[in-house]
């Protein structure tokens, strides 16, 4: 029996995926039940998660031994391990892929986060985790940042699906979604079929009110009191008015009419920093079709048990989204700077998390190599 709440979420047009992945996870059944149950359709995946994963329990150690056996690096025993459970994932999860034509089922992992400034680099570690997972109904996660633009052209043009990830502001959307349009153009160019092509464009939210809320504090007026816990999922309205333009475009109907599926927003970052805010703001009010909402196991817990759907709560709100952005301008806090910072501090993060997973990997390897 599918959850209410979750149902409501999915007949809505709201596709809802998990924002996590570890092998007892999908051994255990618990993914499948979660398929079940909650519906869920889609597994993305990050370097923080991989990390906690690895740290959590001994699922790893059969796999880290027989690593450590070959001399393997640690670079590729973390390439070895973190494709081993994207491949079972996309495995458990294709019943759903061939259900919606492709559109969900899908699961995404994420290139090294060192080389995000890198377009060469992340282009070809991209081709090589593809080639790796080897299931149809992955997706590659490519930072949004500068250098990430052409990667993400680069990587669609052979046909593979992607995650465009760690988007926080409307120009870099657009950016993006003229990265999808340019890359599936070389993709029909080089001979693909575009409907095979898939595409999400990862828009973070929550991060943007714990920076922005940070910043009225330090104002302290009553008018920044009032516009706290509003920024995050008015970005994230106005990059629907954004993707709602730009397919409706005869460019993109060019496209459409050879097979190409629109680039979907996917709201990320959707669990709630600041408890004084309700823990289902960020999927409830950000409800809309054509969407996914990537959801950590605690945010989906809570849509299930009293996230109640009130239909569309975006596409009505243009207005009023634009006005917080505008009054935040008026008191002084630059959107410019807030959206710059969070992407190098998104990268930073990730990089960090990464460094911890080569870390724990190393110290089980080298534990392995003892025995």
């Given amino acids: 029996m599918s959850n209410d709440n979750t149902q409501a979420l999915s007949d809505l047009g709201v596709s809802i995926w998990l924002d996590d992945l570890s092998r007892p996870l999908i051994n255990g059944g618990d993914l499948q039940k979660l398929v079940d149950d909650k519906n869920v359709v889609g597994v993305t995946t990050n370097p923080t998660i991989f990390a906690t994963a690895l740290s959590d329990g001994s699922a790893y150690n059969e796999q880290v031994a027989q690593l450590a056996a070959k001399g393997a690096t640690v670079d590729e025993a973390v390439f070895e391990i973190t494709t081993q459970d994207v491949h079972n994932a996309a495995e458990l999860l294709k019943p759903v892929y061939d259900a919606t034509d492709g559109q969900d089922g899908r699961v995404s992992i994420e290139v090294d986060p060192g080389i995000a400034r890198d377009a060469d680099a992340t282009a070809e570690m991209a081709e090589k985790l593809w080639a790796k997972v080897d299931q149809p109904n992955t997706m590659i996660k490519i930072p949004a940042t500068l250098e990430g633009i052409p990667a993400i052209v680069k990587t669609l043009a052979a046909g593979i699906s992607v995650n465009v990830t760690l988007i926080f502001s409307l120009e870099r959307y657009r950016e993006v979604m003229n990265a999808y349009l340019t890359g599936l153009e070389q993709a029909k160019e080089n001979g693909h079929d575009l409907s095979k092509i898939r595409s999400v464009a990862s828009f973070f939210v929550s991060r943007v009110d714990t920076e922005i809320d ?158």
């Fill in 214 to 371: 940070k910043r009225l504090d330090e104002i302290g007026s009553e008018e920044a009191k009032a516009l706290k816990g509003k920024a995050g999922v008015a970005n994230a309205r106005l990059a629907y008015q954004a993707f709602e333009e730009v397919f409706s475009t005869p460019r993109w109907q060019t496209l459409a009419d050879d097979g190409a599926h629109v680039q979907r927003p996917l709201w990320a970052s959707t669990g709630v920093k600041d408890p004084a805010y309700p823990d289902t703001l960020y999927v409830v009010d950000l409800a809309v079709k054509d969407t996914v909402n990537t959801m950590p196991p605690k945010t989906l817990d809570a849509v299930a048990d009293h996230g109640a759907v009130k239909g569309d709560q975006v596409t009505g709100h243009y207005a009023d989204a634009a006005k917080v952005l505008d009054d935040l301008e008026k008191l002084g806090v630059s959107y410019a700077d807030v959206v710059e910072v969070l992407e190098n501090e998104g990268v930073d993060k990730f990089d960090k998390s990464w460094a911890e997973l080569l870390g724990s990997v190393d110290s089980e390897l080298k534990k392995a190599a003892e025995k």
